[in-house]
């Protein structure tokens, strides 16, 4: 497992497009959806904290996500205990979260589940 706070090297595309056609991806998402924000009772990935998930045909599985706000009192924590929930999985070789700040979280990306359980539908 790695842990990498903060923005990619340079030169390094911020945000790419997760390798959703992977037969690892849905159960990623899955494991994903088993942590949640400790002050908001919605999981990380209906909360759009997930920005991407790369995997490769190895099984080596790169997750880039944010928090809520830079402030948050789990930020040290949160993308271990993501490690930890996608580790596991069967298939998967190494699990890599990196903590990014750009771009900005916000409520607009929230699934509509979210939306509903917060209630902002």
């Not at 759009?48 to 789990?74: D, F, K, N, Q, R």
């Not at 929930?85 to 700040?101: H, R």
Request: net charge negative; hydrophobic share 40%; with cysteine.
């Amino acid at each position: 497992m790695t842990v990498e706070p903060d923005a990619p090297m340079e030169g390094t595309p911020l945000i790419a497009p997760s390798s959703t056609d992977h037969p690892l991806y849905d159960s990623i998402v899955e494991a994903c959806r088993t942590v949640y924000d400790p002050e908001i009772p919605v999981n990380i990935y209906d909360l759009g904290l997930i920005y991407t998930i790369e995997i490769s045909g190895e099984g080596e599985v790169s997750i880039i996500m944010s928090l809520t706000a830079p402030g948050c009192p789990v930020a040290g924590e949160m993308p271990g205990w993501v490690a930890e929930a996608v580790e596991p999985l069967p298939g998967v070789k190494t699990v890599n979260v990196q903590l990014v700040w750009e771009p900005q979280w916000g409520m607009d990306m929230m699934s509509d589940e979210a939306r509903l359980e917060l209630g902002f539908m």
